[in-house]
């Protein structure tokens, strides 16, 4: 007999119950928020970072692509939209270059990756892959991770502003922009898994989907911190 489905208060409880696997405990990001990472750090984060920030409307094509629900489809477009902007110069990734260059890369240096690692590249290779192959609600469930990120991010806009005297305000809009964006998001796509994941067996594949996530992410920061250390 297979188990019997979880309620919906269960089902929730078990994907936040993942919260601590989220790379909000990594230490590299403990350093981050502490002040205590140098330019050089910071420069290898946000070049890094770069790549999951660039990669992030691919995946979200990848679910669209494999998604027959015209409602879902059309949400997952604004994703796409809010990343890579309408035109030139706007959207979510313009606006991590902006953090990029804040810390003293050259727009020139982050879109050629010449800074990104190998372990970061296979982390987010592997987050499009999994959106790419598995069914469209086991890679929805596997963006949960924006369901603990809103906190994170709000922490860290104030926390950078008060470690590194010279990082401003504007210089984090990549942030304050995000944050409004990120609880609906995470709200939204809760519900979403919450009403295709409907047996056992697809709730239990939506919680590891976004173990597997909650890997991907602290993989990048383990392939950062060592690259960050020289
Ligand atoms: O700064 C952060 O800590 C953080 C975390 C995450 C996340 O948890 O995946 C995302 C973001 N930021 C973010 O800005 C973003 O656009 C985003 C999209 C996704 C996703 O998986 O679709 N996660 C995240």
């Known amino acids: 007999m297979p188990d019997s489905a979880l309620s ?23 350093r981050l928020h502490g002040g205590d990472l140098g330019k050089e750090e910071l420069r290898a984060w946000a070049a890094n970072r770069w790549y999951y920030q660039r990669r992030l409307p691919q995946k979200d094509a990848a679910i669209i692509s494999n998604c027959d ?6 949400r997952w477009l604004d994703r796409i939209v809010y990343h ?63 369901m603990f990120s809103g906190h994170l991010m709000r922490r860290r806009v104030s926390d950078m502003l008060a470690s590194y005297p010279w990082i401003s305000d504007s210089d984090l809009a990549y942030f304050t922009n995000r944050i409004g964006a ?28 976004l173990s597997f996530k909650c890997d991907v992410l602290w993989s990048m ?10």
Do not use: M
């Open 221 to 230: 920061l383990d392939a950062i911190d060592l690259a960050a250390k020289g």
């Open 8 to 30: 919906e208060n269960e089902f929730v409880a078990a994907l936040r119950g993942l919260e601590p696997r989220y790379w909000g405990a990594h230490p590299f990001h403990r």
């Open 84 to 146: 890579d902007g309408r035109t030139e110069g706007e959207g979510g990734a313009e606006r991590w270059l902006r953090l990029c260059e804040a810390v003293g890369l050259t727009r020139a240096e982050v879109l050629d990756e010449r800074h990104v690692v190998p372990g970061v590249r296979f982390a987010v290779d592997a987050y499009v892959d999994f959106a790419r192959t598995r069914p469209w609600q086991e890679a929805v469930a596997s963006g949960l991770t924006e």
């Open 69 to 74: 629900v015209t409602a879902i489809r059309r």
């Open 182 to 209: 990120v609880s609906g998001e995470g709200q939204e796509a809760l519900d979403v898994v919450v009403r295709y994941c409907r047996t056992r067996e697809q709730q239990d594949r939506a919680v590891a989907a």
